[in-house]
């Protein structure tokens, strides 16, 4: 993905310029790139796996860095020093359930487990992935009536 417009750090704020910084301070250092998770444990992304690759790619279009990525990897190069991350050690932390193609290029980022509200019954229960909308007891009663 090629920036569309290039601006300076200077007029990031809040977590969009914590992010841009650690990135910058850990490509300066040569350490590997910050996983996800990391990004959320430190509260510079809140949410989840997707609004990291959605902060990291702002950056992008923004032409302050640049991304590679593959399957659990990733680097970033921060474009107004030249300096690069670490390729990420690509080891998984946390209970990863399943890959999903993301925006990256084909990349794939890991999808967690989280507490949603079933379609059916409306109760919470721990998820799968955005594929899985409905508890257990309630996939296993659609799929009776299915068949």
């Given at each position: 993905?090629?920036?569309?417009a290039?601006?300076?750090?200077?007029?990031?704020?809040?977590?969009?310029r914590?992010?841009?910084d650690?990135?910058?301070?850990?490509?300066?250092?040569?350490?590997?790139?910050?996983?996800?998770?990391?990004?959320?444990?430190?509260?510079?992304?809140?949410?989840?796996?997707?609004?990291?690759?959605?902060?990291?790619q702002?950056?992008?279009?923004?032409g302050?860095?640049?991304?590679?990525?593959?399957?659990?990897?990733?680097?970033?190069?921060v474009?107004?020093?030249?300096?690069?991350?670490?390729?990420?050690?690509?080891?998984?932390?946390?209970?990863?359930?399943?890959?999903?193609?993301?925006?990256?290029?084909?990349?794939?980022?890991?999808?967690?487990?989280?507490?949603?509200?079933?379609?059916?019954?409306r109760?919470?229960?721990?998820?799968?992935?955005?594929?899985?909308?409905?508890?257990?007891?309630?996939?296993?009663?659609?799929?009776?009536?299915?068949?």
């Amino acid at each position: 993905m090629e920036p569309t417009a290039q601006i300076s750090a200077d007029h990031l704020t809040g977590r969009l310029r914590d992010l841009y910084d650690l990135l910058a301070a850990a490509a300066e250092a040569g350490l590997p790139c910050p996983s996800n998770t990391d990004l959320m444990d430190k509260g510079i992304v809140v949410g989840d796996h997707t609004r990291c690759t959605e902060a990291l790619q702002r950056l992008s279009k923004m032409g302050l860095i640049k991304i590679e990525a593959g399957v659990n990897w990733r680097r970033v190069t921060v474009l107004a020093t030249g300096k690069a991350t670490a390729k990420s050690n690509g080891s998984r932390q946390g209970r990863v359930r399943r890959m999903a193609p993301s925006a990256l290029g084909g990349a794939t980022v890991n999808i967690r487990p989280a507490k949603r509200t079933c379609l059916r019954c409306r109760r919470k229960f721990e998820s799968q992935g955005p594929h899985n909308q409905m508890c257990g007891p309630c996939r296993n009663a659609a799929s009776e009536i299915a068949a």
